[in-house]
């Protein structure tokens, strides 16, 4: 009886990405920060999302390809109340800076 060597598997890397999302429409005083932080929870996503005061919700999130590509089709929809009428969006290298998904609160001077 022979032996035979074995490598161990192969772990595939899986890159992080960063998306910067700005998203337009009926999306503030509608939920829309607090769906947008459970379906990055439900994701697995980190990062921040935060209302702007020119009336848009101003969205960073981190995670895989995969995961982003889910959360910015959830995006798209928002919460029920919600209307969005734009997302603009782009990708970067992440960062890894954020432990978890959260809701940041904007403060005027």
Not at 63 to 92: C, I, M, W
């Amino acid at each position: 009886m022979s032996e035979t060597e074995t490598s161990p598997p192969q772990q595939e890397i899986v890159t992080q990405r960063r998306l910067h999302a700005v998203v337009s429409g009926r999306v503030q005083g509608v939920s829309y920060r607090y769906f947008t932080q459970q379906q990055a929870n439900n994701l697995g996503v980190s990062g921040y999302v935060v209302n702007q005061p020119d009336g848009t919700v101003e969205v960073i999130a981190e995670g895989t390809p995969e995961q982003l590509r889910q959360f910015l089709n959830f995006l798209y929809k928002g919460s029920p109340a919600a209307q969005v009428e734009r997302v603009v969006h782009d990708y970067s290298e992440a960062t890894n800076e954020y432990l978890s998904f959260t809701i940041r609160y904007f403060i005027l001077d």
